[in-house]
Structure formats: C-alpha cells, structure tokens
C-alpha cells in the first residue's frame, strides 16, 4: 500500500470525525484532517531542521523544522506524535513528546487540523528515515530564525505557520 492509500480520518472545521478517506483522494479533494507537528531537540537544545524527499505527496523537497505527518483512520494526536517522530528520526524508545497546542492550518497545499508537539531526543542517535529525508542538521534556534529570515531555504508553508505560533505561545502563551 502506498501513501495514497493510507486512509485518514475526514474531519470538521471543529475537528470532529465526519468520514474517511484514502490520503489521495483527502488531497484531491481539499478534505480536512489531522495531522501532528514535532519540534525535535537534541541535548544542546538545538533543532532538527531537514529537507523533504522528492517522493513526499505534499512539499517534495522542501525545509522543515518538525518531523510529523498525517494521523491514520482512528489514531489519536499523542500516539501520532510519538510514531511519527520515531518513524522520522529513525530512533526507538523516544520520550512521549510534550502536546503544546492545536490549530487549524488552512493555506498552501489545503487545511489541517495540526497538534504541535516538543521532545527532547536525549542521548539517542538519530538515523533519519531515507523515504522521508534526504538531508538534516541540528541548529541552535537563532540559526534556524535566521535560515527563516533570509528566505534562501524553500520551508514548507504549514511548518513555517505552526513554527510562528509556536514561537507566539511561548511568548505569550497564545494557544495556536
């Protein structure tokens, strides 16, 4: 089964459950639904920044600062969280990563409901998933606000918008 076939939960504008639907056709269609947001650090507190594959169904060969994906038909946000930053980061054993707030993307490439989450990788080696990633680095936040600012790196639009309010909730505890 590929991507496309993975089916998700179709959602409201209140992120309640309203049907299901194969990932290509959610796309296709402009469909509502759920997807998690993981802002990974490492020991030194810097971020896990890469660059999407050329496979990837939304934002081929775009910068991210979060791993994540879409939730599977019936997955919850935190168990979604945590599989997902494991998948991508290629590691096991990972800390449940914190939930900090949820908010509903609606923008390029269509509208999901996101839940962003934060997680420290500890002590583990990260062995980024090939399929997912085709290139990261860990970089001290300034670097990553700088890499933003310039505009030289094509970051995907609904990283760019969770990492805006994520940045918002820390400063003034404004929830997404």
């Not at 179709?10 to 290509?24: I, K, S």
């Not at 997807?35 to 507190?45: E, I, K, P, T, Y």
């Not at 060969?61 to 997902?84: I, T």
């Not at 970089?139 to 309010?165: F, K, Q, T």
Request: net charge negative; proline share 5%.
């Amino acid at each position: 089964m590929g991507a496309a076939d993975e089916v998700l939960d179709v959602v409201d504008r209140d992120d309640r459950v309203t049907g299901r639907a194969p990932r290509g056709e959610v796309y296709a269609r402009g469909l509502l639904h759920r997807c998690v947001f993981v802002l990974a650090r490492d020991d030194r507190g810097r971020v896990f920044v890469h660059r999407r594959t050329a496979s990837k169904l939304v934002f081929p060969s775009r910068y991210d600062m979060f791993v994540g994906g879409v939730l599977g038909a019936g997955e919850d946000y935190a168990s979604a969280a945590l599989r997902e930053a494991e998948e991508e980061l290629g590691v096991s054993g990972l800390a449940r990563p914190e939930p900090l707030f949820k908010f509903l993307y609606e923008g390029p490439g269509g509208g999901w409901w996101s839940y962003v989450h934060e997680v420290r990788c500890g002590g583990l080696e990260v062995r980024p998933q090939e399929s997912e990633v085709a290139w990261h680095a860990w970089l001290p936040e300034n670097e990553l606000e700088g890499r933003i600012a310039d505009g030289s790196w094509p970051w995907v639009p609904d990283g760019l918008e969770a990492y805006r309010r994520l940045r918002a909730f820390r400063e003034g505890g404004e929830r997404g």
